[in-house]
């Protein structure tokens, strides 16, 4: 009979009953060559399986939304950042401060986001940064009521201190939250949105605080915010 390919027959030296070290390993890599062909699949038939990469979900496109949705709210929460700057005039005038304690209402914000925004984005690496976001958000808006019931200097610098904590809570665990599964240019184009709603959210801040001061006193301008 004919002898099959792989078998000990077809390698010589092995059907005589003898030790070859070579025709074995020659045996071993026949029987392998004979199994890959025996699954390749045959002439004419199709591939209807996609690669994996096309049926596994793609994890820039599931966070579209979360983009969208941190964005916004971005814009939203910035609703009264230029407020104390826009108003400022007026804080001069109605509880006659000097130009030392507006610039120190004014820069107030600033020291407290430059006070914790390292300490908030280290906080990222052992806490959710979406969980460190919310609570900031929250904390925004109570310094926002807190500072249209107040009269003065005194009890509205430690809320601009605060404030600048809160921004800092916001800004950068929520750039890390809406990035954290995203890779590549789809990364790049993120960052890229959510720089521009910060900027978008300054310049309406300006618009509303002037708009609503007009319309109820600056308390207004913060209740509205």
Not at 2 to 22: F, H, I, Y
Not at 77 to 99: D, K, R, T
Not at 148 to 165: N, V
Not at 185 to 214: K, N, Q
């Amino acid at each position: 009979s004919k002898p099959t390919p792989g078998s000990p027959n077809d390698v010589p030296g092995l059907a005589s009953g003898e030790v070859n070290e070579g025709a074995v390993i020659h045996l071993g890599w026949r029987r392998r060559l004979t199994a890959r062909r025996s699954r390749r699949p045959k002439a004419g038939s199709l591939h209807l399986h996609p690669p994996r990469n096309l049926v596994e979900k793609n994890p820039s496109q599931a966070s579209a939304g979360c983009v969208a949705v941190l964005c916004l709210a971005q814009v939203l929460s910035l609703a009264g950042y230029s407020a104390v700057p826009a108003l400022l005039p007026q804080f001069i005038s109605n509880w006659s401060l000097s130009n030392t304690e507006a610039g120190w209402l004014a820069g107030a914000f600033f020291v407290g986001y430059m006070c914790a925004v390292i300490p908030l984005v280290a906080l990222t690496d052992r806490r959710p940064a979406r969980q460190i976001y919310v609570l900031s958000a929250l904390l925004n808006i109570f310094l926002y009521l807190g500072f249209a019931s107040i009269g003065g200097f005194l009890p509205a610098l430690p809320l601009q201190l605060l404030g600048g904590i809160a921004l800092a809570g916001m800004y950068m665990p929520g750039l890390r939250a809406i990035t954290a599964e995203a890779r590549g240019s789809t990364r790049s184009r993120i960052v890229a949105l959510y720089t521009s709603s910060f900027t978008i959210g300054v310049g309406l801040s300006f618009l509303l605080a002037g708009r609503l001061s007009m319309l109820g006193g600056w308390r207004a301008a913060f209740i509205g915010a």
